[in-house]
Nanobody, 114 residues
Framework: QVQLVESGGGLVQAGGSLRLSCAAS????????MGWFRQAPGQQRELVAT???????IYADSVKGRFTISRDNVKNMVYLQMNSLKPEDTGVYYC????????WGRGTQVTVSS
């Protein structure tokens, strides 16, 4: 069972940037699609970015053009570069397989002030 640990969150002003990291305890090379999810206060967790083992990416409309997902199958890492952050990007960010089959980590808090 792969365990996932997210890091890199913090408090940033609107327009700023953050880079989130997700460290997996095991190999992610065989996981077809990895994703970053976020959960805003009082809302359900939503998928914001997906990356396949071949490097294809899909983004939610709300983050398209601002966020970039990447993965390193050698280091077993998944990243989320977030630029031009908005207050509505505030939430706890998690990584998992695209279908959320692994145990959820604690996530990393992102707070964007206006």
């Amino acid at each position: 069972q792969v365990q996932l640990v997210e890091s890199g969150g913090g408090l940033v002003q609107a327009g700023g940037s953050l880079r989130l990291s997700c460290a997996a305890s095991g190999s992610i090379a065989s996981i077809y699609a990895m994703g970053w999810f976020r959960q805003a206060p009082g809302q359900q967790r939503e998928l914001v970015a997906t990356i396949t083992s071949g490097g294809s990416t899909i983004y939610a409309d709300s983050v398209k053009g601002r966020f970039t997902i990447s993965r390193d199958n050698v280091k077993n890492m998944v990243y989320l570069q977030m630029n031009s952050l908005k207050p509505e990007d505030t939430g706890v960010y998690y990584c998992n397989s695209r279908w959320g089959v692994y145990t959820w980590g604690r996530g990393t808090q992102v707070t964007v002030s206006s």
